[in-house]
């Protein structure tokens, strides 16, 4: 799931609804970004990423088979293949980005995607949630 807009604040009220929703249905969720105190008391999994690369973080991650990995804001060219390859093995993603159209965040991901990834010919794994709309796609 891509949460996408331009508003900080509804990202994070579109990602706060995500998450409740996979807390509800006891998923384990594995977060390689930093929470909140909250959160993390909620039962969430955090998986340091500070001075290791996004695939070694989500290699980490993996081994508390996580049915849900929270990856943060996609913010450079290393943190989208590794967020692929993880949605490609059938777990749920949270990433965010700070664009505001379903095409801008599909231009993006297939830019910086790896070679072998099967994003450029399919996008069945990939849900967008605009959230400056309220609108899944």
């Not at 579109?14 to 909250?38: D, G, H, T």
């Not at 943190?79 to 993603?93: D, F, K, N």
Request: net charge negative; proline share 4%; with cysteine.
């Amino acid at each position: 799931v891509v949460l996408f807009g331009k508003s900080f604040e509804k990202k994070h009220s579109c990602f706060e609804r995500v998450l409740y929703e996979a807390k509800q249905k006891k998923l384990n969720i594995r977060s390689l970004m930093p929470l909140p105190p909250f959160m993390l008391s909620q039962g969430i999994g955090f998986t340091f990423k500070e001075n290791s690369s996004w695939h070694q973080a989500i290699s980490m991650a993996m081994r508390h088979t996580p049915d849900v990995i929270i990856m943060g804001e996609l913010f450079d060219r290393e943190s989208v293949p590794p967020a692929i390859l993880a949605a490609e093995t059938g777990h749920l993603v949270i990433a965010m980005l700070g664009i505001d159209s379903e095409e801008g965040v599909i231009n993006y991901l297939k830019a910086h995607a790896n070679q072998n990834s099967c994003i450029e010919s399919e996008f069945h794994f990939v849900h967008l949630l605009d959230c400056d709309k309220n609108q899944l796609r």
